[in-house]
């Protein structure tokens, strides 16, 4: 059933300077990725779900905004029964956390820095940040590193990409959530697009995952695949 995601190659192009960008998120058939004031919703079906795992497998690094931190606290791990892992994968790698935080409101109670955690996270921020809470993250493991901003305020994507080759980082996954998504989107550095849709309507109150699609990207390579209930659509963004 997951045969196809061994067929896709998450390498950066030969000679890149930033890793190989995927954009994956699950929405509801009327383009919701959460409930009323961002009420975290499982949307994907089991299967759906352990594609996501399996994608996150297959990245270095894993990238949410403060938004879905503060909202949804979330792991960014791997969690695969072991019959779902991917041939000859060796054992599970996860993905190194990555969040966009231009101010530091990165809460010192995350899950993503308890110590128990697998990897503290990498927190990219503005430098107009609040630096006692840089302190008191460093002091729990995550690392803190500044970017510019760009002309909407938001950090940087180019600096950000620029910054994870220099970490060695070779393949990044945006999980979400809509700003993020949004930024992604329009930014014209996303070369994979992962997209799992789910049978059910969440209604206008609901979150919509693009905020405007003015800048968006018309897609090539299209491939639709059942996954239980839903639908995983892939594709190549393409920016004209
Ligand atoms: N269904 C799904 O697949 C998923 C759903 N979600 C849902 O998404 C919702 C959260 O979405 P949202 O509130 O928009 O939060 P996001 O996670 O998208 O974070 C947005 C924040 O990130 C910061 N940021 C910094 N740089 C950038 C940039 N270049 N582009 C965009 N944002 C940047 C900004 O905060 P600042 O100015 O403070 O830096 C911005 O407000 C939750 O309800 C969550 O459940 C989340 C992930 C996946
Ligand atoms: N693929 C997918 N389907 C859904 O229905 C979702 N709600 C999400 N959400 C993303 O997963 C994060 C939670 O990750 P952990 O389980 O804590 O590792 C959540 O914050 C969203 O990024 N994804």
């Not at 700003?179 to 329009?186: E, N, P, R, T, Y």
Request: proline share 7%; glycine share 8%.
């Amino acid at each position: 059933m997951y045969r196809f995601l061994s067929d896709i190659s998450f390498a950066p192009d030969e000679g890149a300077r930033s890793p190989h960008v995927t954009l994956t998120y699950a929405q509801s058939l009327d383009g919701k990725i959460a409930g009323r004031h961002g009420k975290q919703l499982i949307l994907s079906g089991p299967q759906s779900m352990t594609a996501t795992h399996i994608l996150r497998s297959k990245h270095d690094a894993i990238l949410v905004g403060i938004g879905t931190v503060l909202n949804d606290d979330p792991r960014l791990t791997v969690r695969l029964n072991p019959e779902d892992l991917p041939q000859g994968s060796g054992p599970v790698q996860h993905p190194q956390p990555i969040i966009l935080d231009s101010t530091l409101r990165f809460p010192t109670t995350a899950k993503l820095v308890l110590p128990t955690s697998l990897k503290k996270p990498w927190i990219f921020t503005s430098p107009i940040h609040d630096f006692q809470r840089k302190r008191d993250l460093e002091a729990l493991g995550a690392k803190v590193y500044v970017l510019d901003v760009d002309a909407q305020g938001h950090l940087s994507l180019p600096d950000l990409l620029s910054t994870l080759h220099q970490l060695s980082i070779q393949s990044l996954m945006v999980e979400g959530g809509a700003g993020v998504i949004s930024s992604f989107l329009k930014s014209g550095l996303v070369q994979s697009f992962l997209l799992t849709i789910a049978p059910v309507y969440v209604g206008v109150d609901g979150i919509n995952a693009v905020d405007n699609a003015e800048a968006a990207p018309v897609f090539e390579n299209i491939s639709y695949h059942t996954l239980g209930r839903d639908v995983m659509m892939v594709a190549r963004p393409h920016y004209q």
